[in-house]
Nanobody, 125 residues
């Protein structure tokens, strides 16, 4: 069983930046970030195929968020710039031992076996 430990959430004003971190306790081949706002469904926002480095972003964050990995630390990071109030929500790190197909990295959260506890991001005007 792989455990994921997230950190880096917080409260910022619109236009600010935050960096989320997620460290896996074991080997994984797909890692992603999902977020859930109150009353809304969980949304995939950024994900990576660890061996290939293939990355996918949701349209809502493209150009503002950057996902990166550090294979030696089994870690993935999400640099979030130019944050907007609509980015507010609980952010979850997800991972799986399999290489999830790139075209479903964001759309199929059910394909991820491991989930972090979540970290809150709040963006105020």
């Amino acid at each position: 069983q792989v455990q994921l430990v997230e950190s880096g959430g917080g409260s910022v004003q619109a236009g600010g930046s935050l960096r989320l971190s997620c460290v896996a306790s074991g080997s994984v081949n797909s890692m992603g970030w999902f977020r859930q706002a109150p009353g809304k469904e969980r949304e995939g926002i950024a994900a990576i195929q660890v061996p290939h480095g293939t990355i996918r972003y949701a349209d809502s964050v493209t150009g503002r968020f950057t996902i990166s990995q550090d294979n030696t630390k089994k870690a993935v990071y999400l640099q979030m710039n130019n944050l907007k109030p609509e980015d507010t929500g609980m952010y979850y790190c997800a991972a799986d031992a399999a290489i999830i197909a790139h075209y479903i990295l964001l759309s199929r959260p059910d394909r991820y076996d491991y989930w972090g506890q979540g970290t809150q991001v709040t963006v105020s005007t």
